[in-house]
């Protein structure tokens, strides 16, 4: 467990989109300018590589289009940068970037239409994209999955090196929840049918030197959620039926057991046994409980649960009107360590590490200081502290960015 932390201060910027290396050493700070600032009239915008360790800049990314948004690959030799914040529905034309990991030499740019998902692989040198259709709606425009598309390309030479295509008359493949087993030996999406959910189907395509469908499934009674969620090692997934949530056998398809009255896991797999989810449920008028739940994948049996940071309050509309607005503004986010062994929860106030099959508490990284006044009460000294908390890809070092932005602690995983 890591024992200390060490704080490695950097210039001082108000952003939320910074991405670390697997290795926890180095961080891009993405749409700056030289010197760390940005006019109205600029549209041009560089990425910043920092050395966690000394807090120098170790490279500048440039290129011609807009840097928003970085991250590496699982084995660090290939970072990728795209010009739009995250891909949603509106995003119609995305530029994806590819650069060494190591070096920071750019590498080429490849320009998607209409895209819907994206997904780099472990060792960088595979992207794939899901194209769909644009369409209008009451004057807003935006992507369809209809008449998707879903290409591979090689990293190092823009060369397509596959591509599946799904639709038809009747279906309408989900891609935006594509998911890839963590193996990267399997794809697995939803085919939803345009007019009757009984006829949803789910379909799987293995990577063996090349691209081939090996099955196609029509749970029942039917597919009720369209994403799927992985166990760590990719053997198993599980799908939502409904009121029961089924688990498959990854290579075959065979069906490998149903849980009767569990949801399909909103937090995902914490081990390869263990399935999480969280419920909300009110508390009072004014604050809200969070509970994670974590579940047996074998049986359902419900192995531990506990609270959650989640408090949230109604303010008044700004514009008078009669509805109020609901504002959360202290919730948990949960990160499993890569090994699956334990878990982090962090929050404005609280970062924790949890053992993933007890929910036994390992250590708490960062909390608020407490005192007792001349009353007898206990009160906190400060205020929030956190911004966000995350494992390296590696799983050897645990980073906390302060909530003023100013700092970043990491810490060293200690193997027991």
Do not use: C
Request: proline content about 4%; overall charge neutral; aromatic content about 10%.
């Amino acid at each position: 467990r890591p024992p200390r932390s060490t704080l490695f201060p950097y210039t001082t910027l108000f952003r939320s989109d910074w991405a670390i290396s697997p290795d926890g050493r180095r961080m891009v700070l993405t749409g700056l300018k030289e010197g760390h600032t940005k006019t109205r009239t600029d549209t041009k915008q560089a990425a910043f590589v920092f050395d966690l360790q000394t807090g120098k800049r170790v490279a500048k990314l440039e290129h011609p289009d807009q840097i928003r948004t970085a991250s590496w690959s699982k084995n660090g030799k290939t970072l990728m940068t795209l010009d739009v914040p995250a891909v949603n529905l509106f995003t119609r034309t995305l530029n994806v970037s590819f650069w060494d990991g190591e070096t920071f030499e750019y590498r080429h740019t490849i320009t998607i239409e209409n895209v819907t998902w994206i997904y780099l692989s472990n060792d960088g040198e595979r992207f794939f994209a899901a194209s769909g259709k644009p369409k209008n709606l009451l004057g807003i425009k935006y992507v369809a999955d209809s008449n998707s598309v879903v290409r591979i390309w090689k990293t190092e030479s823009r060369e397509v090196e596959d591509t599946i295509a799904r639709s038809g008359a009747a279906f309408n493949p989900k891609t935006r929840e594509i998911e890839i087993s963590p193996d990267e030996k399997f794809l697995v999406m939803v085919n939803k049918h345009k007019s009757d959910p009984s006829k949803h189907r789910l379909l799987a395509w293995k990577f063996d030197g090349g691209v081939k469908q090996i099955y196609e499934l029509q749970p029942q009674p039917k597919i009720d959620d369209s994403r799927i969620e992985f166990s760590p090692d990719g053997k198993y997934f599980a799908l939502d039926v409904g009121k029961n949530l089924q688990i498959y056998e990854t290579e075959t398809g065979k069906l490998r057991v149903e849980l009767t009255n569990v949801e399909l896991p909103s937090w995902g797999w914490l081990d390869n046994e263990t399935l999480a989810s969280v419920d909300i449920k009110a508390k009072n008028f004014f604050e809200a409980g969070r509970m994670l739940k974590a579940f047996d994948a074998n049986d359902g049996r419900l192995l531990f649960k506990q609270r959650l940071a989640y408090e949230e309050s109604v303010t008044p509309d700004d514009y008078g009107s009669a509805v109020n607005e609901t504002v959360v503004y202290d919730y948990t986010t949960l990160r499993p360590h890569p090994t699956r062994k334990m878990f982090l929860t962090s929050s404005n106030e609280f970062v924790n590490i949890f053992d993933s099959r007890t929910g036994e508490l390992l250590q708490s990284v960062v909390h608020p200081m407490l005192v007792v006044d001349l009353m007898g009460k206990t009160r906190k000294i400060h205020g929030k502290t956190v911004a966000s908390a995350d494992w390296s890809k590696d799983g050897k070092t645990l980073y906390v960015f302060s909530a003023n932005h100013t700092s970043v602690s990491l810490w060293k995983l200690i193997e027991d």
